[in-house]
């Protein structure tokens, strides 16, 4: 069954006002239980308006959205519910640090959740481990840590919830490149772990393709398409029109078709565009 | 050639909040020179030190020891402060903690107004650089209503009223997405090509870096690199292990080089890839 479902979802901003515009328009999607998504889109598209629909913070105008098979909108009670069922993770997080102890900011979900302080304790150090944050930094103030670290624990905390699903906002935005990859890594690990439900919104194809089983690219309130991340990439020149940045590599392979090369349309890694080149040479090679 | 930024053996320090407080150095003896009309990145993982060094050049930051000269004037010289930030002006990650005023012309007229220039002065340097960042269509916008790509480009018009022969730049496409990147390197680039504007500019996008005449990796408050764009991405594994990356063209080329294939080691960019490979292949 899917985990989340959208039916004719349409969102409009300042309604009956000259700012009235539509932000989401009929869009229809399924996401299954278990699957990593990539959600891309240029600045505007709608991307983060959808995803604000998933955990009740926007109400749809017109459709519905479907959390486990429930509508949630207007019933007080399923929609807390669904806040513990879907747990946001913002963009730069750690600016919602707030605790005195790294311990206490993570420990503060599952608090609210009403579990036992051994229920907390237990998750705490789950999310701590899951993160790669130390034991010793849980009794430092929040502040003290470094900006990966910071990140991390602010991650921790939402994952303590122990959410069905999963959301990110830019999770590795600001951050170097080693600190890009261990966040990707993190969630990696998180996912296997867990085999949970998991919705990473990036402007980074190059990041996204590294976790994501299938990717939805949103366009102008609109799903311009939701397939297998391969076959995503295969329409590289389309996603470029519409203002995303495809991987340098993935482009460099075009080109190469473009001249008569067979490399495949659906490269997007530098290892997958290698294999592509080596099997060519040595093909040429008997031939 | 005349250099116009020059740090020499700089040390400094930020101290923590305990008590005592405790010294965590930062720069740790760093001399560079950037010479007038340069375009120079800057990489290095963050707590490097490269955002510490970068706003030594324009006296935020004043070196424990050692000595920071902008166009020949030293960045201890309280006397100079003023002309100091006018020579190098400062361009920060999140444009919307650098603008100040509703409408976009009063903001990229903010530094000039407290400068006070004159207003006819104030109007012609206003429209130049809204007309150099390619933003003079929304000088009577409101600057929240811009995208960011946008916004970041108001930001440097603003610096750019000041007339400075420099620009520093941390991390300005780090909140961007890639059209406002494409944007803001496009407008940094002509500066430098049309202007003649000194750029140092720090970046964790290689592929931006890949831009410059020159790339410093700075590394646990010391210069780790200097070089042409070629000579620092050719040396793959150093770079990885400093935890920085190459541009994925250059990452490909070395991998097929240690496949045993015969590829120039200095490949940076997409055209020289596309060519090296067809020749290749062929």
């Given at each position: ?47 983060s ?25 207007g ?102 490149p080693?600190g ?52 995503v ?24 078709n ?28 008997e031939? | ?50 955002s510490?060094?970068?706003?030594c ?25 003023l ?12 444009p ?37 960042v ?110 920085l ?38």
């Amino acid at each position: 069954m899917s985990i989340i479902k959208t039916e004719d979802l349409t969102y409009v901003y300042g309604e009956k006002t000259p700012f009235r515009k539509v932000a989401l328009d009929n869009v229809n999607i399924e996401i299954n239980e278990g699957e990593v998504v990539g959600v891309i889109g240029h600045t505007g598209s709608g991307k983060s308006t959808l995803i604000q629909h998933f955990n009740g913070l926007l109400k749809p105008t017109s459709g519905r959205v479907l959390i486990d098979g429930e509508d949630f909108t207007g019933d007080k009670k399923k929609l807390r519910e669904v806040r513990f069922k879907v747990g946001l993770v913002f963009q730069y997080p750690e600016y919602q640090l707030f605790e005195e102890t790294v311990y206490k900011d993570i420990a503060y979900g599952p608090k609210n959740m009403g579990l036992s302080p051994e229920q907390r304790d237990a998750r705490v150090l789950e999310s701590a481990q899951l993160t790669g944050l130390d034991e010793s930094l849980l009794q430092k103030s929040p502040f003290e840590l470094s900006g990966g670290q910071k990140r991390r624990a602010a991650i921790a905390g939402v994952m303590a919830m122990d959410p069905k699903v999963l959301i990110l906002d830019e999770p590795a935005s600001g951050l170097d490149p080693q600190g890009r990859d261990r966040i990707f890594e993190m969630l990696r690990t998180y996912h296997e772990v867990k085999k949970n439900t998991m919705l990473i919104v990036s402007h980074s194809m190059e990041d996204i393709v590294k976790i994501a089983d299938r990717i939805l690219v949103m366009n102008e309130g609109r799903v311009f398409c939701f397939d297998r991340t391969r076959k995503v990439f295969s329409r590289a020149e389309e996603l470029e029109r519409i203002g995303l940045a495809v991987p340098q590599v993935t482009r460099v392979i075009h080109r190469l078709n473009a001249m008569g090369f067979d490399l495949g349309e659906d490269v997007y890694t530098v290892k997958y565009a290698e294999g592509q080149i080596l099997s060519r040479l040595k093909a040429g090679g008997e031939g | 050639m005349q250099v116009f930024l020059n740090a020499d053996n700089v040390r400094f320090s930020y101290l923590s909040d305990d008590e005592p407080p405790v010294k965590n150095e930062v720069l740790k003896g760093v001399s560079l020179k950037v010479e007038k009309g340069e375009f120079v990145a800057v990489l290095g993982h963050n707590g490097s030190g490269k955002s510490t060094l970068a706003k030594c050049f324009n006296a935020i930051n004043i070196p424990e020891s050692g000595t920071v000269t902008v166009n020949g004037m030293d960045t201890k010289d309280d006397s100079r402060l003023l002309d100091i930030r006018k020579s190098a002006g400062m361009v920060f990650q999140n444009p919307d903690n650098q603008i100040v005023a509703t409408i976009v012309e009063e903001d990229v007229a903010f530094a000039l107004e407290n400068l006070g220039v004159e207003p006819e002065e104030i109007r012609k340097r206003v429209d130049v650089s809204l007309k150099l960042v390619d933003m003079y269509d929304y000088r009577m916008h409101a600057p929240h209503k811009l995208s960011g790509g946008q916004k970041q480009r108001v930001a440097i018009a603003g610096i750019l009223a000041m007339e400075p022969e420099c620009i520093l730049l941390d991390e300005p496409t780090a909140m961007l997405d890639p059209r406002g990147r494409t944007e803001v390197m496009e407008t940094i680039k002509q500066l430098n090509e049309t202007k003649g504007t000194t750029i140092v500019l720090i970046t964790h996008y290689m592929e931006e870096a890949a831009q410059a005449d020159r790339v410093v990796v700075i590394d646990g408050g010391e210069v780790m690199l200097d070089g042409t764009p070629k000579e620092i991405f050719s040396q793959v594994e150093t770079m990885k292990n400093l935890g920085l990356d190459v541009p994925q063209v250059t990452e490909l080329v070395w991998r097929l080089r240690k496949d045993g294939y015969d590829l120039p080691a200095d490949i940076i960019t997409e055209d020289e890839c596309v060519e090296a490979l067809a020749g290749l292949m062929s």
